[in-house]
């Protein structure tokens, strides 16, 4: 499979490299036609809706997130992406010009400048500033460290500088190419329930939530000021079933607890009659290099995968 195109941001927990496995793993009905509509409440960096949208027949898309500039994101390269291309070749031309530790100056001047707009600007009113408060998001995505997106309880950016050499801030081609798919996509922000109205028996939908911590030190969840704790995890089962009972198919990724507890029941239990099954993962988010490496995750489905695996290719367009 050759991909047209890609997730323009970095993200923790991203799928791009669980997606061939993750293929293996979805609904017959996806490649027969019968589903209509693909549906992602946590959309992250898309790297999911963004396979499905390349190699699946899909009428519409649905995708929301709890979290504004990464909504605002996505609305501002579906609206006005020539714009935002040009402010990102600005930025890209001046950051790459620039000397190792003027390069972190910048970057610690337009962090701080995007926290403080951030009680000027409604993102929920989607206005002409909001395409600078992009090319600020995607830049700061692009060059903190490991490319990851965390605020802290007041809801400000808190990622460091990260030390890359020729990082690639603005990726034209790609990003038009998202915007041609956004331009068929409903961009909400706004809590997990709100796709339920979305859901039909037509409907594949995708769940790719905070992860549940393996250990009380690896809570990374602050993708948001509000934590998805295990009342969340509770919440996200529960919604799980309703959709289940709508007929819709139903994929969620969750972290495995039994890499560091073989008793940790957590998911048995509360997705009993639902298939779980085991992907092989890599941790590169870990400050420590010792800690990253190959883990489980969780693959868990109301719905059988496709018999044909071995000729996915086939199947799709």
């Known amino acids: 499979m050759v991909a047209l195109f890609k997730p323009f941001l970095k993200w923790a927990g991203g799928k791009n ?39 699946y027949q899909i009428e519409d898309f649905f995708i929301s997130d709890i ?27 001046k950051y790459l010009s620039l000397e190792r530790e003027e390069r972190r100056k910048y970057f610690y001047q337009v962090r701080t400048l995007f926290n403080l707009q951030r009680q000027e600007i409604n993102l929920n009113n989607y206005t002409i500033q909001c395409i600078e408060r992009t090319a600020q998001f995607i830049f700061l995505n692009r060059t903190c460290f490991n490319g990851l997106f ?43 329930t709100e796709c339920e109205k979305f859901v039909d028996r037509h409907a594949f939908v995708y769940f790719d939530p905070p992860y549940r911590p393996l250990s009380k030190t690896a809570n990374f969840t602050s993708y948001s000021q509000d934590s998805f704790d295990e009342k969340e995890q509770l919440r996200l089962r529960d919604f799980f079933i309703i959709l289940d009972k709508k007929g819709a198919k139903l994929l969620l990724s969750n972290s495995d607890p039994k890499n560091k507890d073989a008793k940790d029941d957590f998911f048995e239990i509360n997705y009993k ?16 290099p010792f800690k990253r490496g190959q883990i489980n995750e969780l693959l868990i489905k109301n719905y059988q995968e496709a018999t044909y695996q071995g000729e996915q290719s086939e199947k799709v367009r």
């Open 17 to 55: 490299q669980l997606i061939e496995q993750i293929n293996n793993y979805l609904p017959a009905e996806l490649s027969g036609g019968y589903i209509k509509r693909y549906i992602e409440p946590f959309i992250g960096g898309g790297a999911v809706f963004m396979h499905i949208a390349q190699f």
């Open 67 to 93: 979290n504004p500039d990464l909504i605002l994101a996505y609305k501002t390269i579906q609206k006005n992406v020539e714009e935002l291309v040009t402010l990102l070749f600005d930025i890209q031309n």
């Open 150 to 192: 965390r605020v802290n309880s007041k809801g400000n950016f808190n990622v460091p500088f990260g030390k890359y050499n020729n990082p690639t801030i603005c990726d034209q081609e790609n990003l038009k190419a998202v915007s041609q798919l956004l331009q068929r996509t409903q961009i909400i922000h706004g809590d997990f």
């Open 273 to 288: 009659g639902y298939q779980i099954k085991r992907v092989k993962a890599s941790r590169n988010i870990n400050s420590n």
